[in-house]
Structure formats: C-alpha cells, structure tokens
C-alpha cells in the first residue's frame, strides 16, 4: 500500500492505520484443546429438560434460558463441574448485567457466559479448528494496530489504546472535531496518542 501511495504521490497525505475487528485464540496452535460444544449444554439439560433456550458455543459459551429465574442454580451447577467442562469463569448477574446488559429486559444479553480454560474452543471433537474468536481472553481482545505517515517516527507506543479511538483519530487527522460524535462525548474516546504532529493546527 506504501509503494502504491509513493507511485502516486499521495503518501505525504496518507496516513494509514493497519488493524483489526477482533483476534483468535489461541494464537499458539500447541495450547488449543477441543471440548465437545454440546457438554455445557447437556448438563444444563440434565439439571432442567427445556430450561436452555439457546446456547452459542466457540472459544467462550453464551447461554439464554428460558426461565432467568435459574441462573444461579445453573451456576452452581457448571461450577462444580469445571474441570470436566474446562471452565475458567462464569460471568452471570450483577457482574454480567453492568458489562453486557440485562437479560431480564433486553433479550440480546445472554443469561450467563462461560469464559473456558485459555486454549479451549468449544466445538465437534472432530473438528480441525485451530482457532476461534468471540471470547474475552488476551488473545481475542489484542489486536496489532499500526500507525504510518513519513512524518511519523518508528517506535512503540506501549499505553494502552483501543479499536474505538481510529474513529475519533481519523476525524482528527482530516481536520473534523471528533467531539461532535456522540460516543466519543458519552464514552470520553480520546484520539490515538503519538500522533500530534499530524493533528496540530487541524
């Protein structure tokens, strides 16, 4: 992409930014372990027949019951038995309504998610999956983000950004006040640090 924009002339007025929508774990293909996807939902069912609405299954578990009134007897009923199901956490109440919202009013929330052991992908035991996404550990959240423009020095910026500041950044870099989004303003977005000598006077 550099060359192309060198070829043309554009690069002094191209800034690129390289990243991307979500990882995949586990990145060391020697750490993944398969768990047969249809296990958490079994033991739900053995507990209560009928109680389980929908289970999404990958590198984490998203579960919607029919009755939210269970929850917690489901918990503690996957809680015992994690290590057999390979479960590191269960997000559920208070804890999961404050993150991803309440499923008692908004059906999209799943009632619980089970974040497995790191490694662990959830599918077919046949399955050749080396990797999945969707999941709440380092490896699906971290992304690579890279920032290029010749004014710019080659170094690496180890605060801690995210995916939802390139937005507010762009607007930025072409002269917009990023402060007129209104998730920036709800959400305080702060444009990509390292990059005031291409902001300055915009």
Not at 16 to 39: F, N, S
Not at 167 to 173: D, G, K, M, S
């Amino acid at each position: 992409m550099a060359a192309l924009l060198d070829e043309r002339h554009l690069r002094e007025a191209t800034v690129l930014v390289v990243t991307a929508k979500h990882g995949q774990t586990p990145i060391d293909p020697a750490q993944r372990r398969i768990v047969d996807g249809k296990l958490i939902g079994k033991t739900i069912e053995q507990m209560a027949p009928g109680l389980v609405g929908q289970i999404t299954t990958d590198d984490v578990v998203l579960v919607w019951l029919r009755d939210h009134g269970r929850v917690s007897e489901v918990v503690e009923v996957l809680r015992a038995k994690a290590a057999d199901l390979a479960i590191a956490k269960i997000w559920s109440g208070d804890e999961l309504v404050a993150r991803f919202g309440d499923p008692a009013s908004d059906p999209r929330a799943p009632d619980l998610i089970v974040q497995p052991q790191f490694g662990v992908i959830y599918t077919k035991p046949t399955a050749s999956k080396i990797a999945e996404h969707g999941g709440l550990s380092p490896d699906d959240r971290s992304v690579a983000l890279l920032v290029s423009h010749p004014a710019l020095p080659t170094r690496i910026i180890s605060a801690p950004v995210s995916t939802v500041q390139v937005a507010p950044t762009i607007l930025a870099l072409l002269g917009f006040d990023p402060q007129k989004l209104d998730a920036v303003r709800l959400e305080g977005t702060q444009v990509l640090p390292g990059l005031a000598q291409l902001t300055a006077g915009r």
